[in-house]
């Protein structure tokens, strides 16, 4: 049975799905016009987490987030870059799959894109006109705010509170144009020859918030079981959809309401606005992506991550440490018997520290408490492999498990890089190493331990023989 934290109610609540076995789940997804960077990554990376989480306990996800790819401040970049808007769009889109690839994240379900929508966008308009939801001023739509009973439910925050402060974040020509100044666009007139489409109410294109609330319903249904997102969604996005889905179908928009927390650089979230922002793209010409992902994955989605290089560099260490264990555990399969007497206990204790992992992953996905107990298990196997025996059987199941466990945080532990040597061409050359030593041909010897070490591999003497790690993963 799972728990999530639900912002609209404020509280843990159980996940009851809309269909038995089956979760709608919705994230917004990136606008494209730069790289990614961590802090955006770390939306991507916690809702990736979450849909494996869910997948791991016998669900079927259907995963939809989606690109923004007409927006001004694309429409800025391709003024800059001397390019169309949609070439902005193609460019950032395959440099964002290029990021997430790299940090194991799944492609979702459906990716839908702001332009191949525009059809079902103004159409979803068109019925919040005819509801009286929404009203035409020079080309310009604009949703009735005040008219939605329900508006501010998700984040507490009341329509005097807004009223308070609207008019002054609002430029005169806009408010001018409004019946009210919490009023927000549905569909923008075009300005001068930024990119447009034809609509019943002139060439122009879609404001911000309307395009989720019809993707998600597209592909998702009137009513889904998640909305999920970035905690700086919640007011006015999320609020704002919630109220033109709501307005249009006459049901509830979401069940359950996810957000998650910022990354930090020195105590202030990172953003583009504030110029702390760290590229992915950068990173991962100086760290393993493996290890980006670590840093994120493991830390419980609503709270806030801290970047710095030591936070770095402690997830590589403990990430470190459990590739090597998994590691260890498969070079002893090379001596294992198959079977002994005591291995149903061990595989009993190795079992109860499988499900106290799914009972803090069942309890709102507590991640940092569920990599705990993968740290256990670590060390249960460290222990077990200095046995003098050690038995196949047992170890298979250790190492099944937490490769099925560390899948879920998106790591994989079978190590292997694509321009470095594989593991078993690794295994090859020691092996004709040893021949060699044992044909006193030293120098043949010492040729292959010196390529190994130009790859970063390091040879170890064990009482079960020489066995290899690889440099950086220390």
């Given amino acids: 049975m799972i728990e999530l934290y639900n912002t609209l109610s404020n509280k843990k609540e159980i996940f009851k799905p809309i269909e038995d076995g089956k979760v709608k789940m919705y994230v917004c997804g990136p606008t494209v016009y730069n790289y990614i960077h961590i802090g955006n990554a770390r939306s991507t990376i916690a809702f990736d987490t979450i849909r494996r989480y869910f997948e791991y306990r016998g669900y079927e996800v259907n995963y939809v987030s989606n690109f923004t790819d007409v927006d001004d401040k694309i429409i800025r970049a391709a003024r800059e870059l001397g390019i169309t808007a949609p070439e902005v769009a193609d460019r950032f889109i395959k440099a964002y799959y290029e990021d997430t690839e ?28 005819t509801k009286d939801f929404a009203y035409i001023v020079d080309g310009d739509v604009y949703y009735r705010t005040r008219k939605f009973t329900g508006y501010g439910k998700l984040s507490g925050v009341s329509v005097d509170e807004l009223e308070a402060g609207a008019s002054k974040r609002l430029e005169e020509a806009e408010n001018n144009k409004k019946e009210d100044p919490l009023d927000f666009a549905l569909w923008k007139s075009a300005k001068g020859e930024e990119i447009s489409w034809t609509s019943p109410w002139g060439e122009g294109r879609p404001g911000w918030h ?8 597209k592909y998702l249904g009137d009513t889904i079981d998640i909305h999920a997102g970035g905690h700086d969604l919640t007011f006015p996005h999320h609020e704002n959809e919630i109220a033109q889905s709501e ?12 957000h998650n927390g910022f990354v930090t650089m020195d105590e202030e979230k990172m953003s583009k606005s504030l110029g702390n922002f760290v590229l992915v793209n950068e990173l991962r010409k100086v760290h393993d992506p493996q290890v980006l992902r670590y840093f ?21 260490t403990n990430l470190y440490k459990i590739q090597t264990a998994y590691a260890n555990a498969s070079y002893r399969l090379n001596t294992a018997v198959d079977t002994l007497d005591e291995d149903a206990i061990h595989i009993e204790q190795w079992d109860q520290l499988v499900n106290r992992f799914k009972k803090h992953m069942d309890d709102d996905f507590q991640a940092q408490n569920g990599i705990t107990d993968v740290y256990e298990m670590v ?6 492999l200095k046995s003098a025996e050690v038995s196949k ?4 199941h250790a190492m099944d498990q937490l490769e099925d466990l560390l899948e879920i945080f998106g790591i ?9 040597l594989l593991d078993q061409e690794i295994e090859s050359l020691i092996e004709e190493r040893n021949q060699a030593r044992s044909e006193k041909n030293f120098s043949r010897a010492d040729e ?21 790690k690889r440099k950086d993963r220390l």
């Avoid at 307005?247 to 996810?258: C, I």
């Avoid at 292959?448 to 290899?468: A, Y």
Wanted: aromatic share 8%.
């Fill in 210 to 217: 309307i395009e989720c609330s019809v993707m998600a319903t």
């Fill in 379 to 384: 060390r249960m196997l460290n222990r077990y």
């Fill in 102 to 129: 790299a940090l194991h994240v799944k492609k979702p379900t459906h990716t839908p894109r702001v332009m191949e929508n525009i059809q079902d966008i103004i159409l979803f308009v068109e019925e919040l006109i």
């Fill in 296 to 316: 994120m994955a493991t830390v419980h989605y609503r709270h806030p991550i801290s970047y710095t290089e030591d936070t770095i560099q402690e997830a590589k």
């Fill in 412 to 420: 994989q532990l079978k190590m292997t890089n694509g321009n470095d």
């Fill in 448 to 468: 292959i331990r010196n390529i190994l070490q130009e790859k970063g591999i390091i040879l170890e003497d064990t009482p079960q023989g020489i066995r290899w």
């Fill in 393 to 396: 059987s047992v170890l298979h």
């Fill in 247 to 258: 307005a249009k179908t006459g049901k509830p928009f979401a069940h359950y309401w996810m």
